[in-house]
């Protein structure tokens, strides 16, 4: 089996993918005028904007939703992977796809809201759905939907329980099984409750636990800052084989830093979208700027917390590809959470364990509550005028029966069915987008001549000519004076 997934991963993300995710990001950064630079001020101020309405939530629940998705075991675990194989160098490159990332974000969140539908309800959006409704290519958005539910369900939510019950049993000592039955009851009791459940935990838990480790990592910071003009330069020479140490492996660090950075942002792989479909807004982009500045809030503060820690301390190993050590700073410690907490250790002897397992612990959790979401929306998606009602009862024992499981297996394989699920993804997503960006163009084009006369946009996708736009259609009945 693992064999299998090893071998599958080697073709998802083999050298082509990584630089084409890349590629498309610059492509995409060049055709908005780098939005994610002109636009910083307008998407913080968004993020606080809006109001939940009984069909949607609000710009902020909307953001804490698609954070808690994207801040999970790759803001720990993932980064400490990145260095482990790919050196100090890694990190630029996580931050270099965080930055043309953004971007990539920005275009599949705006579709998601131009072709969101209210169904059941409440507003229902992603990548399955605008593969439809943009493309007219039905059987696209189907496997789509289907790839995204078997990774979401299936795939994915092993990585983040098995790194909970990791570090919980270094930490205190939990039995794994322990660990797996206590996750199964709260993930529960949040899943039978519903998106508004599911946005209220996230608006409360995401915005403190990211606060609460960045805050500990400035700490560390500051207690080594004589580190800081040598680990810059450590960082950015590594990136570009100018440091003779890591010379020899500069394309591991961009390898790794665009696979972990892709991993933990997950700009452009289709997750984010499904959050933002569900935002309440008076147009499009305006979400899409949010969810743009969500990458910025994973990668460029989360996870450069947890590199600061590790690389300000030199709590690190870095393997050559033959198997040797360039750095053996941690003899016997495996790549992973280990890194942080004797980073942590470093400074606050008998603290890093424990802090390390709470923080895995809300980080992997409410991005397994964010896989249940997204993989509930792609059930409804594949189940439109019928009855879904056992189907999501499956789907909820699935994703129940996956997180346990994953809390006993093993660490490689967990991370290897990740990988697979989200390289998936990703290549169906990139094509989708590339395709369809267009709409997502025009849109910010609107938005920004709005915002010139002094407006508060508002979307109308006749006026624009943007078709199969049926939600936002309905708020604007074609005549003829709007067509003119």
Same mark, same amino acid.
């Given at each position: 089996?693992?064999?299998?997934?090893?071998?599958?991963?080697?073709?998802?993300?083999?050298?082509?993918?990584?630089?084409?995710?890349?590629?498309?990001?610059?492509?995409?950064?060049?055709?908005?005028?780098?939005?994610?630079?002109?636009?910083?001020?307008?998407?913080?101020?968004?993020? *606080?904007?809006?109001?939940?309405?009984?069909?949607?939530?609000?710009?902020?629940?909307?953001?804490? @939703?698609?954070?808690?998705?994207?801040?999970?075991?790759?803001?720990?675990?993932?980064?400490?992977?990145?260095?482990? $194989?790919?050196?100090?160098?890694?990190?630029?490159?996580?931050?270099?796809?965080? $930055?043309?990332?953004?971007?990539?974000?920005?275009?599949?969140?705006?579709?998601?809201? !131009?072709?969101?539908?209210?169904?059941?309800?409440?507003?229902?959006?992603?990548?399955?759905?605008?593969?439809?409704?943009?493309? &007219?290519?039905?059987?696209?958005?189907?496997?789509?939907?289907?790839?995204?539910?078997?990774?979401?369900?299936?795939?994915?939510?092993?990585?983040?329980?098995?790194?909970?019950?990791?570090?919980?049993?270094?930490?205190?000592?939990?039995?794994?099984?322990?660990?797996?039955?206590?996750?199964?009851?709260?993930?529960?009791?949040?899943?039978? &409750?519903?998106?508004?459940?599911?946005?209220?935990?996230?608006?409360?838990?995401?915005?403190?636990?990211?606060? &609460?480790?960045?805050?500990?990592?400035?700490?560390?910071?500051?207690?080594?800052?004589?580190?800081?003009?040598?680990?810059?330069? @450590?960082?950015?020479?590594?990136?570009? %084989?100018?440091?003779?140490?890591?010379?020899?492996?500069?394309?591991?660090?961009?390898?790794?830093?665009?696979?972990?950075?892709?991993?933990?942002?997950?700009?452009?792989?289709?997750?984010?979208?499904?959050?933002?479909?569900?935002?309440?807004?008076?147009?499009?982009?305006?979400?899409?700027?949010?969810?743009?500045?969500?990458?910025?809030?994973?990668?460029?503060?989360?996870?450069?917390?947890?590199?600061?820690?590790?690389?300000?301390?030199?709590?690190? =190993?870095?393997?050559?590809?033959?198997?040797?050590? !360039?750095?053996?700073?941690?003899?016997?410690?495996?790549?992973?959470?280990?890194?942080?907490?004797?980073?942590?250790?470093?400074?606050?002897?008998?603290?890093?364990?424990?802090?390390?397992?709470?923080?895995?612990?809300? *980080?992997?959790?409410?991005?397994?509550?964010?896989?249940?979401?997204?993989?509930?929306? =792609?059930?409804?998606?594949?189940?439109?005028?019928?009855?879904?009602?056992?189907?999501?009862?499956?789907?909820?024992?699935?994703?129940?029966? %996956?997180?346990?499981?994953?809390?006993?297996?093993? %660490?490689?394989?967990?991370?290897?069915?990740?990988?697979?699920?989200?390289?998936?993804?990703?290549?169906?997503?990139?094509?989708? !987008?590339? !395709?369809?960006?267009?709409?997502?163009?025009?849109? @910010?084009?609107?938005?920004?001549?709005?915002?010139?006369?002094?407006?508060?946009?508002?979307? =109308?996708?006749?006026?624009?000519?943007?078709? =199969?736009?049926?939600?936002?259609?309905?708020?604007?009945?074609?005549?003829?004076?709007?067509?003119?």
């Amino acid at each position: 089996m693992e064999q299998f997934v090893t071998s599958l991963n080697n073709v998802l993300w083999s050298t082509p993918v990584i630089y084409s995710c890349l590629a498309i990001g610059l492509l995409f950064s060049i055709l908005t005028r780098f939005l994610q630079v002109r636009h910083f001020k307008e998407m913080i101020k968004l993020m *606080f904007k809006g109001k939940s309405s009984e069909a949607g939530v609000s710009s902020f629940q909307a953001l804490s @939703l698609a954070l808690s998705g994207r801040v999970g075991t790759g803001n720990i675990a993932g980064v400490a992977t990145a260095i482990a $194989f790919g050196g100090p160098g890694a990190v630029f490159w996580m931050w270099a796809v965080a $930055f043309i990332g953004a971007s990539s974000a920005f275009i599949e969140s705006t579709l998601a809201q !131009i072709y969101k539908v209210k169904q059941g309800g409440q507003y229902r959006g992603g990548p399955a759905y605008y593969i439809e409704k943009g493309t &007219g290519m039905k059987w696209y958005g189907v496997l789509f939907a289907i790839a995204a539910l078997v990774a979401m369900s299936i795939l994915m939510p092993g990585v983040q329980s098995n790194s909970i019950a990791l570090g919980l049993d270094n930490a205190f000592g939990i039995n794994p099984t322990v660990t797996a039955i206590g996750l199964v009851i709260i993930l529960a009791s949040i899943i039978f &409750g519903g998106v508004k459940r599911i946005a209220n935990v996230a608006q409360i838990v995401v915005p403190f636990m990211a606060l &609460g480790y960045i805050l500990l990592s400035l700490v560390i910071i500051a207690v080594n800052i004589t580190e800081l003009p040598g680990v810059i330069a @450590l960082i950015f020479k590594s990136a570009f %084989a100018l440091e003779s140490a890591f010379g020899g492996i500069v394309g591991l660090a961009v390898s790794w830093g665009v696979k972990r950075g892709i991993y933990s942002n997950e700009a452009g792989q289709g997750t984010g979208p499904h959050a933002a479909a569900a935002a309440e807004v008076s147009h499009p982009v305006k979400q899409g700027l949010v969810q743009a500045f969500s990458v910025y809030i994973d990668t460029l503060f989360v996870c450069s917390a947890t590199a600061f820690m590790i690389l300000f301390t030199g709590m690190y =190993n870095t393997k050559a590809p033959d198997g040797s050590y !360039i750095i053996s700073n941690l003899p016997g410690v495996e790549p992973g959470p280990g890194y942080t907490q004797a980073a942590i250790e470093t400074v606050i002897p008998g603290f890093g364990a424990g802090f390390v397992a709470i923080a895995l612990f809300f *980080f992997a959790f409410t991005t397994i509550m964010a896989y249940y979401y997204i993989a509930e929306t =792609n059930i409804a998606y594949l189940t439109r005028g019928k009855n879904s009602k056992w189907p999501m009862f499956a789907l909820k024992l699935v994703i129940l029966g %996956a997180t346990f499981y994953g809390c006993v297996k093993t %660490a490689a394989l967990a991370w290897a069915l990740g990988d697979a699920g989200l390289g998936i993804m990703v290549w169906l997503n990139l094509i989708a !987008i590339l !395709i369809l960006a267009k709409p997502a163009l025009i849109a @910010l084009k609107d938005y920004e001549a709005q915002k010139k006369q002094g407006l508060d946009p508002v979307f =109308n996708p006749i006026k624009l000519g943007i078709k =199969n736009a049926e939600y936002w259609e309905k708020e604007y009945p074609k005549d003829e004076n709007q067509v003119s």
